[in-house]
Every structure is written in structure tokens, then in C-alpha cells.
């Protein structure tokens, strides 16, 4: 069983930046895969970036590729998302979730949710 713990979100100009951090309970965090979605208003949740429990392995939505960056510290139980560049499409309610093992990108493959965090680029 994982818990998880959206935090970072804000308010920010375009072209500015954020960090999303993702805090996880449970001793076992270092073997679950952690993905970040999305969800703008009005629209279906989406993919945003993945990362695998070694966080040898990434993979990221083209729409934030070169300007997201996923990360994990499996000391901390706690996984990053930095956000660069950021544009008005970015806009959404951003959540963490973790499955384990298998780095995916699909979000019925993700067992366990955080409650999102909102993320709000102006322009």
C-alpha cells in the first residue's frame, strides 16, 4: 500500500518555472514505478512523464518533452517533477501516481493516486 502526496503547485507567468514533489509513505516506495498526469478543465487526464523504480528509465509526454524533468530520491520517498519553460497549455491539476514496478504510461496501469495538485500558467 502507497500514499501519495502532491505538493509544488502554483501560480506562475509564462516561460517561468515550478518543482512538483510527490512524498510517499510506505517502506517500499523504491519498488514502484511513479508517473505524473494531468488534467486540464474540461479535458481527460493525460500523461505527462514516468519514471522506473530504479529511475534508470524515463519517458515523457512529447507535449513536455526537453522542458519536464522526472526524478526520484527513493531515500526520501519522495519523487520531482521540474517544470521549465512552462506555457498556458500546461495549466492543469497535476497528479502523482505509483505502480509497481514496470515503468508505464497508461492510466488505468497506476494502482495508487495522489489528490492532485493545480498548476496555473498565466500568460
Known amino acids: 500500500q502507497v500514499q501519495l502526496v502532491e505538493s509544488g503547485g502554483g501560480l506562475v507567468q509564462a516561460g517561468g518555472s515550478l518543482r512538483l514533489s510527490c512524498a510517499a509513505s510506505?517502506?517500499?516506495?523504491?519498488?514502484?514505478?511513479m508517473g505524473w498526469f494531468r488534467q486540464a478543465p474540461g479535458k481527460e487526464r493525460e500523461f505527462v512523464a514516468a519514471?522506473?523504480?530504479?529511475?534508470?528509465?524515463?519517458y515523457y509526454a512529447d507535449s513536455v518533452k526537453g522542458r519536464f524533468t522526472i526524478s526520484r530520491d527513493n531515500a526520501k520517498n519522495t519523487g520531482y517533477l521540474q517544470m521549465i519553460n512552462l506555457k498556458p497549455d500546461d495549466t492543469a491539476v497535476y497528479y502523482c501516481?505509483?505502480?509497481?514496478?514496470?515503468?508505464?504510461?497508461?492510466?488505468?496501469?497506476?494502482?495508487?493516486w495522489g489528490q492532485g495538485t493545480q498548476v496555473t500558467v498565466s500568460s
Open positions: 501516481a505509483a505502480r509497481l514496478w514496470g515503468l508505464r504510461t497508461q492510466i488505468h496501469e497506476y494502482d495508487y
Open positions: 510506505g517502506r517500499t516506495f523504491g519498488t514502484y514505478a
Open positions: 519514471i522506473s523504480w530504479t529511475g534508470g528509465s524515463t
